[in-house]
């Protein structure tokens, strides 16, 4: 019996086993509304409510959603929102000037691109079948907490994120990551950083062949809390624009590894 790894494993988990636990704590200084501090109940709710919010769009199985924004909690969300549901999350280096991210969304096929509220100015040559500004008025939209999403039928072989090169010797190249891509990048990252696989998921799905927002992990990751703080843009860049990002707390064991400390109770 063949059981498919799709990225939702890791939410499903976590909600299961620490729906109490904080998932995610949101830059509070950023030109969105701040979703401040969520737990793993709240965030799988939320990838839930951003689902039927694509059902409602006629956004199909498949299809591509495209997010130019920093680190915050609705890139994340969206992982599992848009990818987990059976969608392609398209995310864009938020330092590529409308140009590049024209022509991405365009070889893409996006059908809706999500922009963060700095870059709105900036990007407002740049259309879409649907665009909309990552914030309130995404929300509105999206946030379907009344309906249940449409059930997607879970396909490790079905590609879960497209990431694009820089593009600084050609056009932009789109490499396509399965959902076991990235199930098996997320335990691979959680092996060799010391970190649970929940943690590492954000950059297994987003750093890999180039960040597509250059989500890295900092230096202070602990084995025992797994906490790790998730910063936009290299550490040593010079590149003068401000990056907000999040934060994520607690530890959440997803893989049984050997030690006391990285064994969830049994459910």
């Not at 797994?226 to 959440?252: E, Q, W, Y």
Request: with cysteine.
């Amino acid at each position: 019996m063949k059981v498919a790894l799709t990225v939702n494993d890791f939410l499903r988990r976590a909600e299961l086993v620490y729906p109490d636990r904080v998932a995610v704590v949101d830059e509070p200084d950023q030109p969105a509304e701040s979703w401040g501090s969520i737990d793993y109940r709240e965030m799988a709710r939320r990838a839930r409510a951003m689902a039927a919010g694509l059902d409602e769009l006629g956004i199909g199985v498949g299809e591509r959603v495209a997010m130019v924004s920093h680190n915050s909690a609705r890139l994340l969300t969206a992982l599992f929102g848009v990818s987990g549901s059976g969608r392609v999350l398209v995310p864009i280096n938020f330092r590529l000037v409308a140009a590049e991210v024209k022509y991405i969304i365009e070889h893409s096929g996006a059908r809706l691109l999500l922009v963060d509220p700095e870059l709105a100015e900036e990007l407002a040559e740049v259309e879409c079948e649907r665009k909309m500004i990552i914030g309130a008025e995404s929300d509105a939209v999206l946030m379907k907490f009344d309906v249940e999403p449409e059930p997607w039928e879970p396909d490790e072989d079905a590609t879960a994120t497209i990431n694009y090169t820089s593009g600084t010797t050609a056009r932009p190249k789109g490499v396509q990551l399965t959902h076991r891509n990235v199930w098996i990048n997320a335990e691979a990252c959680s092996t060799s950083q010391l970190v649970p696989a929940m943690q590492a998921f954000p950059y297994a799905s987003m750093a890999s062949p180039e960040p597509a927002n250059a989500i890295n992990l900092s230096d202070n990751n602990s084995p025992k809390t797994g906490a790790m703080r998730l910063i936009s843009g290299d550490k040593s860049s010079t590149n003068p624009r401000p990056a907000h990002g999040f934060v994520t707390t607690a530890a959440t064991p997803i893989m049984r590894r050997t030690g006391s400390e990285a064994r969830p109770p049994s459910v």
